[in-house]
């Protein structure tokens, strides 16, 4: 049974930092794009970014970029999300997931090209 499980989460003031970790079991995810994604109080889940199969290559939203980093570790089936100078609105429940395709050729930022699902982990970020 796959099972991804998200940690690292917490209370932070804004201009903080957190790492949040996400280990997969079950079965190997080295051949698959795997991302993040958020979603805060009465809004839908967002993407916020992915990291290519191999590592290679990564991609963010535009309200990330230049403050968070994803990167990842294939031999412990893990990915991680570096997130600095945090702000209020990164508040959210995020979660990670991995890529349904075998080695894509790009990095997907949709819901729907993801097709496992950790639980989430809680972010808040106090002004």
């Known amino acids: 049974q796959v099972q991804l499980v998200e940690s690292g989460g917490g209370l932070v003031q804004a201009g903080g930092s957190l790492r949040l970790s996400c280990v997969a079991s079950?079965?190997?995810?080295?051949?698959?794009?795997m991302g993040w994604f958020r979603q805060a109080p009465g809004k839908e889940r967002e993407f916020v970014a992915a990291?290519?199969?191999?590592?290679?290559?990564?991609y963010y939203a535009e309200s990330v970029k230049g403050r968070f980093t994803i990167s990842r570790d294939n031999a412990k089936n893990s990915v991680y999300l570096q997130m600095s100078s945090l702000k209020p609105e990164d508040t959210a429940v995020y979660y990670c997931a991995v890529d349904r395709v075998f080695r894509r050729s790009g990095i997907g930022d949709r819901e729907e090209e993801y097709n496992y699902w950790g639980q989430g982990t809680q972010v808040t970020v106090s002004s």
């Open positions: 079950g079965r190997t995810f080295d051949s698959y794009a």
């Open positions: 990291i290519y199969w191999s590592g290679a290559s990564t």
